[in-house]
């Protein structure tokens, strides 16, 4: 049964940048055709897709986000990983990693501030 | 980028009813849309993909359709562990841009 799971620091301060990484177990992130996302939920608010990596190599970003966004993979943890920089209180919500075809992780709350 | 349209914003409707929600797409995006259920604190559950296709597991009640701009969810009978927040996403290209939600609530 495929799993991700997010972790990270939960509290960053403005202008520092905000590091995640997704752990897949049960499944590999080299597997052929599948996206790994990455998707936010700001408190009390909806879903905003952020950016995501194929199982190419290729990625994809937000183009509201694109300048601060760098996704990567790290087939040896079979991990994939989120870095946006210069973060702000906007930037506070819940992190979710997934796969394309459903399975998504519990979410990490990453709340900026100083 | 294809801008992505639900509406209603919110529906109260009674055990029973038979719901409809629709997403607009600002251009076509063929089938490539997909409808997700996010209950109070829980995680986004993937429901049906490329428009019609139920996800395994998913009640038969749930249901999908469209193609181009214009796309439904329909549930047949409302129950009331239906109470959720609905999003449509598009997912033909990137951006993979989700819609604004529907929240559904039991009358």
């Known amino acids: ?114 | 980028d294809i801008q992505m349209t639900q509406s209603p914003s919110s529906l109260s409707a009674s055990v029973g009813d038979r719901v409809t929600i629709t997403c607009r797409a600002s251009q076509g995006i063929s089938n490539y849309l997909a409808w997700y259920q996010q209950k109070p604190g829980k995680v986004p559950k993937l429901l049906i993909y490329d428009a019609s296709t139920l996800q395994s597991g998913v009640p038969s009640r749930f249901s999908g359709s469209g193609s181009g701009t214009d796309f439904t969810l329909t549930i047949s009978s409302l129950q009331p562990e239906d109470v959720a927040t609905y999003y449509c996403q598009k997912h033909d290209s990137p951006p993979y841009t989700f819609g604004q939600g529907t929240k559904l609530e039991i009358k």
């Open chain 1, 1 to 114: 049964q495929l799993q991700l799971q997010e972790s990270g620091p939960g509290l960053v301060k403005p202008s520092e940048t905000l590091s995640l990484t997704c752990t897949v177990s049960g499944g590999s992130v080299s597997s052929s055709n599948y996206f790994w996302d990455w998707i936010r939920q700001p408190p009390g608010r909806g879903l905003e897709w952020i950016g995501n990596i194929y199982s190419t190599g290729s990625t994809y970003y937000n183009p509201s986000l694109k300048s601060r966004v760098t996704i990567s993979v790290d087939t040896s943890k079979n991990q994939f990983s989120l870095n946006l920089n210069s973060v702000t209180a906007a930037d506070t919500a819940v992190y979710y990693c997934a796969r394309r075809d459903g399975h998504w992780g519990q979410g990490t709350l990453v709340t900026v501030s100083s």
